[in-house]
């Protein structure tokens, strides 16, 4: 689940993700929020400037494969966020 605020063209696009315990345990949970990070960051080309983005992970992403979430991701932000 993704949420975009923020005002457009005032500076950087931020980024905050939530993770919550039905994700999994400490160790998958931060492993989550790792991938969303690089996931982000790559796709950090598309997103409008002054864009508050803040991506809700659900617990099915603590198995899907790294490909499917950043393909989701992108989209998302591709939908939401796009420059």
Same mark, same amino acid.
């Given at each position: 689940?993704?949420?975009? *605020? *923020? +005002? %457009?063209?005032? #500076?950087? @696009?931020?980024?905050?993700?939530?993770? &919550? =315990?039905?994700? #999994?345990?400490?160790?998958?949970?931060?492993?989550?929020?790792?991938?969303?990070?690089?996931?982000?960051? !790559?796709?950090? %080309?598309?997103?409008? #400037? #002054?864009? &508050? +983005?803040?991506?809700?992970?659900? %617990? &099915?992403? @603590?198995?899907?494969?790294?490909?499917?979430? =950043? @393909?989701? +991701? +992108?989209?998302?932000? !591709?939908?939401?966020? @796009?420059?």
């Amino acid at each position: 689940m993704t949420y975009v *605020g *923020g +005002v %457009p063209d005032e #500076g950087p @696009a931020r980024f905050g993700f939530i993770v &919550s =315990r039905q994700v #999994g345990s400490a160790v998958t949970r931060n492993t989550v929020r790792r991938r969303l990070k690089a996931v982000c960051a !790559e796709a950090l %080309p598309i997103v409008r #400037g #002054g864009a &508050s +983005v803040v991506i809700r992970a659900l %617990p &099915s992403a @603590a198995t899907v494969d790294y490909a499917d979430l =950043r @393909a989701d +991701v +992108v989209r998302c932000l !591709e939908r939401r966020a @796009a420059a």
